[in-house]
């Protein structure tokens, strides 16, 4: 089993960046694909970007590609999202999720969530 713990949202200025944190505890944390979620107010939850087990590959919501970075340090149980020219419409909470199939951009293929970490871009 893996618990997950976001950290790093806060508020920021359009354009700004923010660079968000999931620490897994467990030791199994290398054995699953990590993904990266976010839900608007009124909103259903939406696929940001996923990153396999060795760090290999990433795949991303195609709207998102080219401002945000998902990546992960295995040693440290951490995984990140480096989000870049953020835009009022990023305002989100952010949830981290662990699942055993990579390439997964719903969120019914994630076994276990983090509680999320609340995002705010001012215009």
């Known amino acids: 089993q893996v618990q997950l713990v976001e950290s790093g949202g806060g508020l920021v200025q359009a354009g700004g960046s923010l660079r968000l944190s999931c620490a897994a505890s467990?030791?199994?944390?290398?054995?699953?694909?990590i993904g990266w979620f976010r839900q608007a107010p009124g909103k259903g939850r939406e696929f940001v970007a996923t990153?396999?087990?060795?760090?290999?590959?990433?795949y991303y919501s195609g709207s998102l590609k080219g401002r945000f970075t998902i990546s992960r340090d295995n040693a440290k149980n951490t995984a990140y999202l480096q989000m870049n020219s953020l835009k009022p419409e990023d305002t989100a909470v952010y949830y981290c999720?662990?699942?055993?199939?990579?390439?997964?951009?719903?969120?019914?293929?994630?076994?276990?969530w983090g509680q999320g970490t609340q995002v705010t871009v001012s215009s």
């Open positions: 467990g030791r199994t944390f290398s054995s699953y694909a």
């Open positions: 999720a662990a699942g055993s199939v990579f390439w997964a951009d719903i969120p019914e293929s994630y076994d276990y």
């Open positions: 990153i396999s087990w060795t760090a290999g590959s990433t």
